[in-house]
Structure formats: C-alpha cells, structure tokens
C-alpha cells in the first residue's frame, strides 16, 4: 500500500520560502510522476507544479513560475516543493501525489483524476 507523507510547512512571512518534502513508501516511487496541488480555504483544489519520473521534466501553473521549483530524489523517494517569495496569497493545505509514469509528458499533470495516490497535506499560511 503507497503512502505519500508531507512536511515542511508552517507559518512563514510574506517574502519567506518553504521547502516542502513528500516522502513515498512502496517500490514505484522511480517510475511514478510526483505532483504538487494546494488548497485554499473555500477555494478547490488546484494544480502547482509535477515533475517526471526521471526529473527531465517539469510544469507549474503561471502564478508560480519562477518562485518555486520541483524536485525529485528517487534514492530517497522522495519529491520536493521549494517556494520563494511567498505572498499571502500562496496560503493553502499543499498535497503532493503520484501519478502514472507517463502523466507529464502527456500533459496531463494538471488533472487530480489523473492522481492514484495523495497525501494528506500540509499547511502553509503566509502573513502579510
């Protein structure tokens, strides 16, 4: 049975980072496409950033281009969000998943449906 574990969040500073850690148990982690969504309160869940099963590559939506970068150590099992220059407006639940191998090459990333496996989430308010 997979299960995906989040940490890294907390309470952070407009302007602050946060690197996110999702750790993987089972053995598919190494052919599985990792995927980052988040939260709002009130607000459906949406799409921030998925990368490859080898890392070649990776996708965000627009509003975070540039602020936050995807990673992956398949050794560790292990997916990363690292966030820069945090606005109040990143303030969400940030849950990572695992999605088929072939997810973002075929430019499905941005679909939840397309997710087998998801985390339980962790919180990142941002203060103005």
């Known amino acids: 049975q997979v299960q995906l574990v989040e940490s890294g969040g907390g309470s952070v500073q407009a302007g602050g980072s946060l690197r996110l850690s999702c750790v993987v148990s089972g053995r598919t982690f190494s052919s599985a496409s990792m995927g980052w969504f988040r939260q709002a309160p009130g607000k459906e869940r949406e799409f921030v950033a998925a990368?490859?099963?080898?890392?070649?590559?990776?996708k965000y939506r627009d509003s975070v281009k540039g602020r936050f970068t995807i990673s992956r150590d398949n050794a560790k099992k292990t997916a990363y969000l690292q966030m820069n220059n945090l606005p109040p407006e990143d303030t969400a639940v940030y849950h990572c998943?695992?999605?088929?191998?072939?997810?973002?090459?075929?430019?499905?990333?941005?679909?939840?449906?397309?997710?087998?496996?998801w985390g339980q989430g962790t919180q990142v308010p941002v203060s103005s």
């Open positions: 990368i490859s099963w080898g890392g070649a590559l990776t």
């Open positions: 998943a695992r999605g088929p191998r072939g997810l973002v090459a075929g430019g499905r990333e941005k679909r939840p449906e397309e997710y087998d496996a």
